[in-house]
Nanobody
Framework: QVQLVESGGGLVQPGGSLRLSCVAS????????MGWYRQAPGKQRELVAS???????NYADSVKGRFTISRDNAKNTVYLQMNSLKPEDTDVYYC?????????????WGQGTQVTVSL
């Protein structure tokens, strides 16, 4: 059983910063990539940032230059540092881990953490 536990969401004023953390536990033997997605009510979940096992990163255009994804392999933890936050960053943020289950790639999801950017 794999569990992803997120933390770090909350309410912040425009221009502020938050740091999200996601700890993966359980039977994860070979991680392909870790990442963060976000979803607003009635909209599709979209990729915010991802980091592969090679440490290559990928960002949504809307967050480039403001968000930074990083990982601690020893702790199976992925972080998302969010700076210069805007009201349009308000969403539920979900942690995602892609890993090999024998020869099949499997995606695991966290429960989501709310980020609200408002005065």
């Amino acid at each position: 059983q794999v569990q992803l536990v997120e933390s770090g969401g909350g309410l912040v004023q425009p221009g502020g910063s938050l740091r999200l953390s996601c700890v993966a536990s359980g039977s994860i033997f070979s991680i392909i990539a870790m990442g963060w997605y976000r979803q607003a009510p009635g909209k599709q979940r979209e990729l915010v940032a991802s980091i592969a096992s090679s440490d290559s990163t990928n960002y949504a255009d809307s967050v480039k230059g403001r968000f930074t994804i990083s990982r601690d392999n020893a702790k199976n933890t992925v972080y998302l540092q969010m700076n210069s936050l805007k009201p349009e960053d308000t969403d539920v943020y979900y942690c995602n881990v892609a890993a090999w289950d024998r020869l099949t790639p499997v995606h695991y999801w966290g429960q989501g953490t709310q980020v609200t950017v408002s005065l």
